[in-house]
């Protein structure tokens, strides 16, 4: 009876959050005028949104549920993937926050590959950019949405309804995320990312207090059944080892400054001045959420280790166990409805850049036109890309696995060179560019699809990365310096 | 000056590409290396669901090739925030040794956590604010570490970013392109 009052307040504050999000998708829908409006909140968005977008963006439904179950399983490795989020954000800052704002406006961009193609005067560097974003975005939006539905059936399980099949899960994540992101776009997303962003924060300082509350000896007795049973679990390389964890910093630092979802925020800012207060707000406020990564990870591995707590069926039902079982019904409610709040943002941001690269960039790096009546057009895409993600995420798991692990890779060793580093130095070429792309796609794809095995678990996209990179400055270096339009080249002066 | 600023840019643009090259050698060297058959940990003795690391030995022939590896990932990441700064305004006047400062000092933090980290591959014991003296520097300094950039990106926005000269020349660009920009 009191596990069913648990599962009913969980249920009900999910409910309540769901029903948020549709009166945000419809006042948005109210606001959603235009094309630039859908994709790029008609770059009206004041420094405490565009705060909060930024970092709410990258923690998604991988943070909240596949985070802590990341700690459970191989202890400190993964928090390399955390730790390079502040560097990283600077880096898109000091090198993208203001160059790419300044060019989308000049422009009139409504997408990334819309700066790319301006910046390099070529449509293949466009074609090319869309590509790898779509492909990136199948594999993010089908894990958001097995995520989303994964957890949707946990909580539904413990209440009188009873346990509910996974597709009439994907079917309802289905129905909600489509209905908030076509009617409000991407103005739904980003003011869902400031409520969202507050409930997090608040949500990782209590469930972070709840967790030194475990244990009599607080976060020491955590720390000592770990190192009891694994001294290096608890060490900083965690059980993945050293040279792995470093190719994830560098993977996540570097490659933050290529998530299309990410940046695509910058462009959405109302002034450039915004972003020295945007800077600050964005780093705290990640690295704040992140203490529910560490913290719920960590707290499960010795709640199991000391049989105080059954093992879990799977990792990633490390957060969902834990707050079910050790926390507040309330506290719990509140972090559900955080989690559900990251995953309809991101993915409602990777549904605007899916459905801008279907309906804007390849139409027009292949005939050099939009389709008309865009914005009806980018609503079609929408509903079109989260059904095939949704069907991915269903059918084919081990499609949706392996995309998902290329996403976030893809994303870096792809954009990285060719926009955050080609828009600060002027001799980068456009095959530079195209090269960096193509060699980036083959090396993601050919280590995921062939199944090499890599020494010492160094990952398949920060070899990506590296080697895009090189290409892009060794071929610029060697090649001609290309001529540049001379009202982008005035903004790369600024 | 702008000759000046231009051989920095050129010089900076070559140690990103020196970096790059030198992190792709190393990465290269670990594929000719004998690889210890824990060196990724293995599944735990009874959690199916958790791996354990074993004992930090599995380090002892890579700890030089990791932390020179660590060592060049931070340095090219504060090579590209310069790099982010430099290309369009240069440094104003004695404002290097604000990366180097903090390019120094990240460097240093990484290579005290690895030191304290061999440390405790031979005595665990030792806990610092509830934490493995590695754990606790990686998690509290190493961390938040980026915020002296943060400061400094903040502080020094109009120097180094944008300030209001860029502002009406860009609005000069933007309506000799078009019509009006919004306020910036």
């Known amino acids: 009876m009191i596990e069913l009052g648990r599962g009913l307040t969980v249920l009900l504050s999910v409910v309540f959050y769901m ?135 946990d909580i539904i399980a413990n209440t009188p309804i009873g346990r509910l099949s996974l597709e009439t899960c994907v079917a309802i994540s289905f129905a909600v995320l489509v209905f908030y992101c076509v009617t409000g776009g991407i103005i739904a997303s980003v003011y869902t990312d400031v409520v969202q962003g507050v409930i997090m924060l608040i949500a990782a300082l209590m469930v972070f207090f709840a967790v030194t509350t475990i244990y009599p000896n607080g976060f020491e007795g955590i720390t000592l059944m770990i190192r009891a049973d694994d001294p290096e679990a608890i060490s900083p390389w965690g059980t993945v080892g050293m040279l792995g964890c470093l190719s994830w910093y560098f993977l996540f630092t570097v490659g933050s400054s290529g998530q299309p979802h990410v940046i695509t925020k910058l462009m959405m800012s109302k002034r450039v001045r915004d972003l020295r207060q945007t800077l600050p707000i964005s780093v705290v406020g990640y690295s704040l959420t992140a203490l529910l990564w560490l913290s719920i990870g960590l707290a499960m591995r010795a709640l199991v280790l000391s049989g105080s707590h059954p093992e879990l069926p799977r990792i990633d039902a490390a957060a969902s166990q834990f707050l079910q079982a050790y926390t507040h019904p309330l506290l719990a409610g509140l972090v559900f409805a955080a989690l559900f709040a990251a995953i309809m943002s991101t993915a409602d941001g990777f549904l605007n850049i899916g459905s801008a690269a279907i309906v804007h960039d390849i139409p027009q790096s292949l005939r050099g036109k939009s389709l008309k009546n865009e914005l009806a057009w980018a609503r079609t895409a929408t509903v079109a890309i989260a059904l095939i993600a949704s069907l991915f995420a269903t059918y084919s798991d081990d499609l949706v696995a392996i995309l998902g692990a290329f996403g976030w890779g893809t994303f870096a060793a792809a954009l990285v060179p060719v926009v955050t580093i080609g828009f600060n130095w002027k001799r980068a070429t456009a095959l530079a560019a195209n090269t960096a792309m193509i060699s980036s796609l083959a090396i993601n794809l050919g280590i995921k699809l062939l199944k090499i095995d890599i020494p010492y678990r160094i990952d398949a996209g920060a070899i990506a990365l590296l080697v895009s990179m090189t290409v892009f400055f060794g071929i610029s270096l060697l090649s001609k310096p290309p001529r540049l339009d001379s009202d982008v080249e005035a903004v790369m002066d600024l | 000056m702008g000759n000046v600023e231009s051989k920095v840019s050129s010089l900076l643009t070559w140690i990103l590409f020196g970096l790059l090259i030198l992190l792709c050698l190393l990465i ?52 590209c925030l310069a790099f982010g700064v430099l290309r369009q305004r240069g440094f104003p006047q004695g404002q290097w040794w604000t990366f180097l400062v903090g390019g120094f000092l990240y460097v240093l933090i990484f290579l005290f956590m690895i030191f304290t980290y061999w440390d405790y591959v031979n005595d665990p014991s030792e806990l610092f604010l509830s934490l493995p003296v590695p754990t606790a520097i990686m998690l509290l300094v190493l961390w938040p570490f980026p915020l002296y950039f943060v400061l400094l990106y903040s502080l020094r926005f109009d120097d180094w970013v944008f300030g209001k000269k860029d502002l009406s020349r860009f609005h000069k660009l933007a309506s000799s392109n078009r019509k009006p920009p919004a306020e910036n």
């Open chain 1, 19 to 153: 029903g948020i999000c549709v009166a945000v998708g419809l006042w948005a829908l109210r606001r959603t005028k235009s094309s630039t409006d859908f994709f790029m909140a008609g770059r009206d968005l004041g420094i405490i949104v565009t705060g909060f977008a930024v970092f709410s963006s990258i923690m998604s439904g991988f943070g909240f549920v596949g985070g802590p179950g990341l700690v459970y399983h191989m202890g400190m490795s993964s928090m390399w993937m955390v730790i390079g989020a502040p560097m990283g954000t600077c880096i898109s800052f000091y090198l993208l926050g203001k160059r790419i704002r300044l060019l989308a406006e000049l422009k009139e961009s409504i997408s990334l590959p819309d700066v790319v193609a301006a910046r390099y005067n070529s449509q293949t560097s466009r074609f090319l950019a869309s590509l790898a974003i779509l492909l990136g975005v199948m594999g993010y939006l089908g894990t958001q949405i097995l995520a989303m539905a994964t957890v949707l059936q």
């Open chain 2, 28 to 79: 290269g060297s670990v594929f000719f290396l004998e690889e210890p058959s824990e060196s990724q940990g293995y599944r735990h003795w009874e959690k199916e669901t958790m791996r354990q690391g074993g004992t930090g030995e599995r380090h002892s022939k890579i700890l030089w090739l990791g932390t020179a590896l660590g060592i060049l990932q931070l340095l090219f990441f504060v090579s």
